[in-house]
C-alpha cells in the first residue's frame, strides 16, 4: 500500500524554527514527486511547493518562495517542510501528497494525515 | 486570488444531481492543461477524486465524474447521498507560477 506518514503535531513560538517531515513508502519514493499543501483554518488548499527525491529538483509558489524550504532524503524516503523563523499566521494544517508530474499530470494522490502547526506566544 | 474560480457554496437533496464548476482565469484550462478534482471530509485530508480532467481512482463511485470544455471544467455528482457533503477543491497547473500549481478556493457541498 502506498502510503505517506507525517510527523505529529507542533506548537511553537514567534520567531523559533520547524522542520516537519513525511515519509513515504509503498513506492519507488525517488521516481514521483512530493508536494506540500498549506490549509489555514477554516480556509482552502493552497499549493506550497514539490520536490522531485530523485535529483532534489524543487519548486516553489511564488507566495511561498524565500518564506519555507522543501527537501528530502532519499536515503529514508523522507520529504521535509521547514521553517527558520516562525509567524503567528504559519499557523495551519500542511499536508504532503504524491505526484506523478508536475505539469499537467500534477495531481497528488495520495495524502499525508496532515501535520497541524501552532505558532503562539 | 485564485487563478482557479469555483462557487463557494452548492446543495442539492439526496439522489438529485449537483455540478461544481472551475473557471480558469487566464488560457492555462484552454491550453490543455489537465484538471483534477479533490474531495475533503470534515476534519480530514484531501482525497483524490478526479484525475486528468474525467478519470476516476480505483475506488472512486461512478457517481463522480468530471468534464472539460475551454476555459471551464465540472464536476458532477448524481444519486446525491449524505455522506457526499464535503468541500470539493479543483487544481491544475498554471504557467505563470514558478511552482506550476495551483487549486481552486474551494467549494462547499450541502446536502439537504
Known amino acids: 500500500e502506498v502510503q505517506l506518514v507525517q510527523s505529529g503535531a507542533e506548537v511553537k513560538k514567534p520567531g523559533e524554527s520547524l522542520k516537519i517531515s513525511c515519509k513515504g513508502s509503498g513506492y519507488s519514493f525517488i521516481t514521483f514527486w512530493i508536494g506540500w499543501v498549506r490549509q489555514m483554518p477554516g480556509k482552502g488548499l493552497e499549493w506550497m511547493g514539490i520536490?522531485?527525491?530523485?535529483?532534489?529538483?524543487?519548486r516553489y509558489s511564488p507566495s511561498f518562495q524565500g518564506q519555507v524550504t522543501i527537501s528530502a532524503d532519499k536515503s529514508i524516503s523522507t520529504a521535509y517542510l521547514q521553517w527558520s523563523s516562525l509567524k503567528a499566521s504559519d499557523t495551519a494544517m500542511y499536508y504532503c501528497?504524491?505526484?506523478?508530474?508536475?505539469?499537467?499530470?500534477?495531481?497528488?494522490?495520495?495524502w499525508g494525515q496532515g501535520t497541524l502547526v501552532t505558532v503562539s506566544s | 486570488q485564485s487563478v482557479l474560480t469555483q462557487p463557494p457554496s452548492v446543495s442539492g437533496a439526496p439522489g438529485q444531481r449537483v455540478t461544481i464548476s472551475c473557471t480558469e482565469s487566464s488560457s492555462n484550462i484552454g491550453a490543455g492543461y489537465d484538471v483534477h478534482w479533490y474531495q475533503q471530509l470534515p476534519g480530514t485530508a484531501p482525497k483524490l477524486l478526479i484525475y486528468?480532467?474525467?478519470n476516476r481512482p480505483s475506488g472512486v463511485p461512478d457517481r463522480f465524474s468530471g468534464s472539460k470544455s475551454g476555459t471551464s471544467a465540472s464536476l458532477a455528482i448524481t444519486g446525491l447521498q449524505a455522506e457526499d457533503e464535503a468541500d470539493y477543491y479543483c487544481?491544475?497547473?498554471?504557467?505563470?507560477?514558478?511552482?506550476?500549481?495551483?487549486f481552486g478556493g474551494g467549494t462547499k457541498l450541502t446536502v439537504l
Open positions: 501528497a504524491r505526484s506523478p508530474s508536475t505539469v499537467s499530470k500534477n495531481y497528488f494522490d495520495p
Open positions: 520536490i522531485y527525491p530523485g535529483d532534489s529538483d524543487t
Open positions: 486528468g480532467n474525467s
Open positions: 487544481q491544475s497547473y498554471d504557467s505563470s507560477l514558478s511552482g506550476g500549481g495551483v
